[in-house]
């Protein structure tokens, strides 16, 4: 199938080129398989761990501009211009702010935000000229409520808003939408490892009382890469179960 | 005016801006005259870059309002 031949919206949405970046396990893992069974050609990057059959493993270190632009390069060899990008890969290296080093905090920076700089700009020039395109950032929680143990993450997590705002604005006239998804605990492998207690208190905070699973968040991902979300541009979904309202 | 480069510089500006190849003429204004939003502009950079394998930094953009004097600067950056 050729590039041209890719549709996005639609009531069947079938053959368009998404790219998951940190897609092998996990929140990203969940949204490549949801795009997966909707039909769509799926890729998604990942650092040690190849994904399972069915995604097209990309390894891929986001911190790398050249790393990324040769995952992009390779997607478009195999599938055409990537019309749904999401930016999900991310580190965390928890501390508090006085045993934080400056190595811990601009390193989180780099793999969470600049890196979704990096993604988003080498996604852009393709999408200008295919006049269409999906930009979703994974974003947290945490970015606009804080967290104590976390100002590096959060600071992150925080800075995509800004970033996808602007692209928002910079890429309308080419119905490009960027927007941002912010999960509060999601149950995962990085969230099972860690102690009863810490994922009771979690859970205590939430008002709808549990974790999300990713499938819950992939749904919402997908939703903003559907026909249905075409006039949804520069927003923040929340999928945190009520933990940050009124942020 | 080298004929056959004006070609291929036309040739980037009639694909990147969907324009007639009769509209890119030396006093021809991108905004007035093509049409082009920011956005454009810097496709056609790109396109350019891509095209003559030359860089054009962002500061060199400054004042550029018409084809001829964007077909100037890829010129001086061809030497």
Request: negative net charge.
């Amino acid at each position: 199938m050729s590039a041209g031949d890719v549709t996005m919206g639609g009531a069947a949405p079938t053959g368009r080129v998404v790219l998951i970046t940190g897609g092998s396990r996990g929140i990203g893992l969940a949204i490549a398989q949801r795009f997966a069974v909707l039909g769509d050609r799926v890729a998604v990057t990942y650092l040690t761990t190849p994904p399972p059959a069915g995604l097209l493993g990309v390894r891929c270190d986001v911190t790398s501009v050249a790393d990324v632009d040769r995952a992009f390069s390779e997607v478009e060899a195999a599938f055409g211009p990537v019309e749904i990008m999401v930016s999900n890969a991310g580190v965390t290296k928890d501390g508090l702010l006085l045993r934080m080093s400056e190595d811990d905090f601009t390193s989180v920076i780099d793999a969470n935000l600049t890196a979704a700089y990096r993604v988003a700009k080498r996604a852009a020039g393709p999408m200008l000229r295919l006049r269409r395109g999906r930009m979703i950032f994974l974003s947290s929680v945490v970015g606009l409520l804080g967290s104590a143990g976390q100002a590096n993450y959060a600071a992150s997590k925080a800075g995509l808003v800004g970033l996808a705002r602007s692209l928002a604005r910079e890429l309308a006239s080419r119905s490009i939408t960027v927007n941002v998804v912010a999960p509060g605990p999601v149950a995962t492998d990085m969230t099972a490892a860690l102690s009863d207690e810490r994922q009771s208190a979690l859970s205590a905070a939430v008002p709808l009382g549990r974790f999300a699973t990713t499938d819950e968040v992939a749904g919402v991902v997908a939703f903003l890469a559907s026909a249905d979300a075409a006039y949804i541009t520069g927003a923040v979904i929340p999928v945190d179960g009520g933990l940050g309202m009124g942020h | 005016m080298d004929d056959q480069l004006f070609a291929r510089f036309k040739k980037c500006a009639v694909e990147v801006l969907s324009v007639d190849e009769s509209a890119v003429v030396l006093d021809a204004k991108f905004g007035d005259d093509l049409d082009a939003d920011s956005l454009d502009l810097v496709e056609l950079v790109m396109a350019l870059e891509e095209e003559f394998g030359i860089t054009v930094p962002e500061e060199d953009l400054d004042g550029v309002q018409t084809v001829g004097q964007a077909y100037e600067l890829v010129t001086n950056k061809l030497g």
